[in-house]
């Protein structure tokens, strides 16, 4: 909407460097995700540790999961963490873990996505580690825990937890410079910034309908494929 693309993967110009102010890394490196950044160019460098950090009580903690710092908070609290970490840890290495893509899960790590990721949480819920939860959820997928499910909960933050991220100087705002370049070299006009998008219907056959507006004029595009990606306080409605 403010004449850039990239939604989230944003960045801002400080001196003369760019920096990340939106979403950071991203930790697709193999299979056919592995094959897209080989074509597009682009070098996965690992995000240095610690990748979680934790602003608790007036200071900040820099790595929240590891023993030593859960050892530094109140017991019922370091309990919790605990459970929660050996639970994490049981579905990460297991067959359950919730895969993406979808199709490829085992239906018991399907069944994660009928509950949400704070009822999962439950037997964990001290109130200091859900406000950290959930100010996760908020950043990474817009949403409470109780509003997002187990399924995208646990998939999402096995990353942070197995410390696997990868990451441009500028954030994901890289990667969508790198793309767009690669979208614009294959024909002119192919994206559109400023738009709003209000309506998406679908349009007989394989097709969809969009429609937009664009410089205060209502128009409409007809499409084979439309991928549909908002936060989750939009999806929800």
Same mark, same amino acid.
């Given at each position: 909407?403010?004449?850039?693309?990239?939604?989230?993967?944003?960045?801002?110009?400080?001196?003369?460097?760019?920096?990340?102010?939106?979403? /950071? #890394?991203?930790? *697709?490196?193999? %299979?056919?995700?592995?094959?897209?950044? +080989?074509?597009? =160019?682009?070098?996965?460098?690992?995000?240095?540790?610690?990748?979680?950090?934790?602003?608790?009580?007036?200071?900040?903690?820099?790595?929240?999961?590891?023993?030593?710092?859960?050892?530094?908070?109140?017991?019922?609290?370091?309990?919790?963490?605990?459970?929660?970490?050996?639970?994490?840890?049981?579905?990460?290495?297991?067959?359950?873990?919730?895969?993406?893509?979808?199709?490829?899960?085992?239906?018991?790590?399907?069944?994660?996505?009928?509950?949400?990721?704070?009822?999962?949480?439950?037997?964990?819920?001290?109130?200091?580690?859900?406000?950290?939860?959930? /100010? #996760?959820?908020? *950043?990474?997928? %817009?949403?409470?825990?109780?509003?997002? +499910?187990?399924? =995208?909960?646990?998939?999402?933050?096995?990353?942070?937890?197995?410390?696997?991220?990868?990451?441009?100087?500028?954030?994901?705002?890289?990667?969508?410079?790198?793309?767009?370049?690669?979208?614009?070299?294959?024909?002119?006009?192919?994206?559109?910034?400023?738009?709003?998008?209000?309506?998406?219907?679908?349009?007989?056959?394989?097709?969809?309908?969009?429609?937009?507006?664009?410089?205060?004029?209502?128009?409409?595009?007809?499409?084979?494929?439309?991928?549909?990606?908002?936060?989750?306080?939009?999806?929800?409605?």
């Amino acid at each position: 909407l403010a004449g850039r693309i990239g939604g989230n993967a944003k960045s801002s110009r400080y001196k003369d460097r760019e920096f990340n102010i939106g979403s /950071a #890394y991203y930790v *697709g490196v193999d %299979g056919e995700l592995g094959k897209f950044w +080989s074509e597009i =160019g682009l070098k996965p460098h690992p995000v240095k540790h610690p990748l979680d950090r934790w602003f608790h009580e007036g200071k900040w903690v820099p790595d929240p999961w590891q023993d030593a710092e859960i050892a530094k908070f109140p017991e019922p609290m370091a309990r919790a963490m605990r459970g929660a970490k050996r639970a994490f840890k049981e579905v990460i290495d297991g067959k359950d873990f919730p895969q993406n893509p979808y199709a490829t899960s085992t239906p018991k790590a399907l069944a994660l996505d009928k509950i949400s990721f704070a009822e999962w949480m439950k037997p964990y819920a001290h109130p200091a580690v859900m406000s950290f939860i959930d /100010a #996760y959820c908020y *950043g990474a997928m %817009g949403g409470a825990a109780r509003e997002v +499910s187990a399924y =995208g909960g646990i998939n999402f933050y096995a990353d942070v937890l197995e410390e696997r991220a990868y990451a441009c100087p500028e954030g994901n705002a890289g990667l969508v410079k790198i793309m767009a370049e690669h979208i614009r070299r294959a024909g002119a006009d192919r994206i559109h910034e400023g738009c709003a998008v209000y309506k998406i219907a679908p349009a007989g056959g394989d097709r969809a309908i969009v429609s937009y507006t664009r410089r205060g004029e209502s128009l409409a595009v007809e499409a084979k494929r439309v991928v549909l990606a908002v936060p989750y306080f939009v999806a929800s409605r």
